[in-house]
């Protein structure tokens, strides 16, 4: 029987306030263990919370970018449930009236639809130790020091049918939040993360099946391949008989596969109710407005405008709008004088450029190379003052310690020649020392021409404008018979 797979993921997106959304202590990355907390973010009998401005802002703009409803009126409330890492026993998030509903993004082809993206504070963080750790831990050790950081929870409705459509769904949306500067989408730090749910049904079937949670995929890869191991786990359970349970799966990246992690997920009740110590919060339509002012061109707009505007290949457009910093060097690049030599700025950025920030974990911001000096780079060798081979040689110097092209040009003597006359002396010289050669060449061996190159380019030291040297070799050799 042929099956098809049901994808939903919810991501849980930390937004890139100062401070966490409901006290004063700081979001910084990689303290000590329990170095930055306080009475509130632990929940210390009496203290309240104090719901931080920015958090909502920054769900807003994240709301819009995604296509998103905000509320005029949302509420948090109290999701009640014990486990270590949850010292005062609840968590503040938003259940009934979230701030964003019925959004969607766009991946190859297909439109996925969000369900909502609402606020929370996240919960602490336990160090299993001793043994082999995931599997059989001796002992936990808990750090509070993400205890009520700000979330943003985006749950998409279940229409991703491919693992590898939920790949570039979370591709897509980690370029997005970047692109509008809500969350820096840090896998490795836990700053962006990704739960799968994940069902089968047979083919053309509408109804959905019993669907299982993943969770514990810290890459993109990882989300990829532990959801089609969970398919084929299903599909083989179903087929050999077994019926899927509703459960918590943890996936192992070294075995490849899913485990249980805990059962009959909805038979847990959270209890929410209203939170008493924060009031219903209002969003006036005009704070809205000026926070969509603000958005930026979005990498798909962006995209399909590099491509009509420019007549670059998809695959270029894509690499150059991915993030915000390489579409802004592109553009910044083009403004600095290279509108002319758009195809070479492409060429560069999506090939050696690309290359070079992802053996270094860049991006175009913290290279020494300016969008001015690439410029003058490419311009100078789509004019022909440099040959593609010295603009090549001279692209891992500019990248790693910078500098004027123009000046190290001129300083070494770079700059290649295209004086005819110089150029036709050139090639007297290799025909006079070259009489054999030529008169084969005469003779029908055309192939000899390549070996007239080669020594024009050793006399030459690889400065003669090629374009300018071919034209004047065909004009003077002889016609072959």
């Given at each position: ?49 104090v719901l931080n401005r920015e958090a909502v802002e920054l769900a807003i703009r994240t709301g819009l970018a995604l296509n998103c409803e905000i509320a ?61 750790g995931l599997h059989g831990s001796e002992y936990s050790l808990a750090d509070y020091n993400r205890s009520s950081m700000p979330l943003l929870e985006i ?258 003597n770079l700059a290649q020649i295209s004086d005819p006359a110089v150029i036709k002396g050139w090639i007297q010289d290799v025909f006079a020392r070259s ?47």
């Amino acid at each position: 029987m042929p099956w098809e797979s049901v994808i939903g993921l919810e991501v849980h997106a930390q937004l890139k306030t100062k401070t966490k959304i409901f006290c004063g202590c700081p979001t910084d990355f990689g303290m000590e263990p329990n170095e930055q907390i306080c009475p509130v973010c632990i929940g210390m009998p009496g203290v309240l919370p104090v719901l931080n401005r920015e958090a909502v802002e920054l769900a807003i703009r994240t709301g819009l970018a995604l296509n998103c409803e905000i509320a005029a009126d949302c509420r948090f409330d109290r999701k009640n449930y014990f486990y270590a890492d949850l010292p005062k026993g609840y968590q503040i998030s938003q259940f009934e009236l979230p701030i964003c509903k019925e959004g969607h993004l766009d991946i190859t082809g297909k439109t996925v639809r969000i369900q909502r993206a609402h606020l929370e504070e996240d919960a602490g963080k336990l160090v299993h130790a001793g043994a082999d750790g995931l599997h059989g831990s001796e002992y936990s050790l808990a750090d509070y020091n993400r205890s009520s950081m700000p979330l943003l929870e985006i749950v998409s409705q279940p229409d991703i049918e491919t693992p590898e459509q939920a790949r570039e769904y979370l591709t897509n949306l980690r370029n997005i939040l970047r692109y509008v500067e809500t969350c820096d989408g840090n896998l490795e730090e836990g700053s962006f993360r990704c739960d799968a749910n994940v069902s089968i049904r047979p083919k053309g079937e509408t109804k959905l099946g019993t669907r299982t949670e993943i969770k514990n995929m810290n890459s993109f890869k990882a989300v990829q391949r532990a959801i089609q191991s969970e398919i084929e786990r299903q599909i083989a359970l179903v087929e050999s008989g077994g019926t899927v349970v509703q459960e918590t799966r943890l996936w192992d990246d070294n075995t490849g596969k899913t485990f249980t992690m805990r059962s009959k997920e909805d038979a847990h009740d959270y209890r929410y109710f209203p939170e008493p110590d924060l009031m219903p919060l209002q969003i006036d339509r005009e704070w809205v407005e000026r926070v969509r002012q603000t958005l930026p061109e979005l990498p798909n707009a962006r995209r399909e405008r590099y491509m009509s505007q420019f007549g670059l290949t998809a695959e270029s457009a894509t690499i150059l709008s991915e993030t915000r910093e390489m579409a802004e060097f592109f553009e910044a690049t083009l403004k600095a004088g290279a509108e002319s030599a758009v195809a070479e700025a492409a060429k560069y950025l999506v090939g050696p450029i690309t290359a070079y920030l992802n053996d270094k974990k860049l991006d175009p911001s913290q290279i020494a190379l300016t969008p001015d000096h690439f410029a003058k780079l490419i311009v100078a060798e789509k004019s022909g003052t440099i040959g593609s081979t010295t603009s090549k040689q001279l692209l891992p110097e500019l990248l790693e310690k910078g500098g004027d092209p123009a000046v190290i040009i001129k300083e070494r003597n770079l700059a290649q020649i295209s004086d005819p006359a110089v150029i036709k002396g050139w090639i007297q010289d290799v025909f006079a020392r070259s009489e054999s050669q030529l008169q084969d060449y005469k003779n029908g061996k055309v192939k000899l021409r390549q070996y007239f190159v080669g020594e024009l380019m050793k006399l030459a030291k690889g400065k003669a404008n090629t374009q300018v040297m071919n034209q004047l070799l065909d004009e003077m050799l002889p016609t072959p018979q």
